[in-house]
């Protein structure tokens, strides 16, 4: 049984920092991408970073405060976040892709909360 598991939210004011990790156990096939989601209140989900076979992405709204990365020998991915802002306040979310059924794995996710 594949688990994904995140850990290290919090509360923390805003300019401050967090650090998120992800961690996969189970038997599971190559993984070819790891990616963080988040989910604010009212929100659809989406997608924050991600690491497949190459450098990390990001998406424009964190892009400079967070950096993500990933040891492949652990199936860990970390989530280093920077210069929060209360707009960061999301439930966050781990996502593994492998090459067969059922492609995807998520986590419970866990909670950043950004006061300000």
């Known amino acids: 049984q594949v688990q994904v598991v995140e850990s290290g939210g919090g509360l923390v004011q805003a300019g401050g920092s967090l650090g998120l990790s992800c961690s996969v156990s189970?038997?599971?096939?190559?993984?070819?991408?790891m990616n963080w989601f988040r989910q604010a209140p009212g929100k659809e989900r989406e997608w924050v970073a991600g690491?497949?076979?190459?450098?990390?992405t990001y998406a424009d709204s964190v892009k400079g405060r967070f950096t993500t990365s990933r040891d492949n020998a652990k199936n860990t991915l970390d989530l280093q976040m920077n210069s929060l802002k209360s707009e960061d306040t999301a439930v966050y979310y781990c996502?593994?892709?492998?090459?067969?059924?059922?492609?995807?794995?998520w986590g419970r996710g866990t909670q950043v909360t950004v006061s300000s």
């Open positions: 996502r593994v892709s492998i090459e067969e059924a059922p492609y995807n794995y």
């Open positions: 189970g038997s599971i096939f190559r993984i070819y991408a």
């Open positions: 690491i497949s076979n190459s450098s990390p």
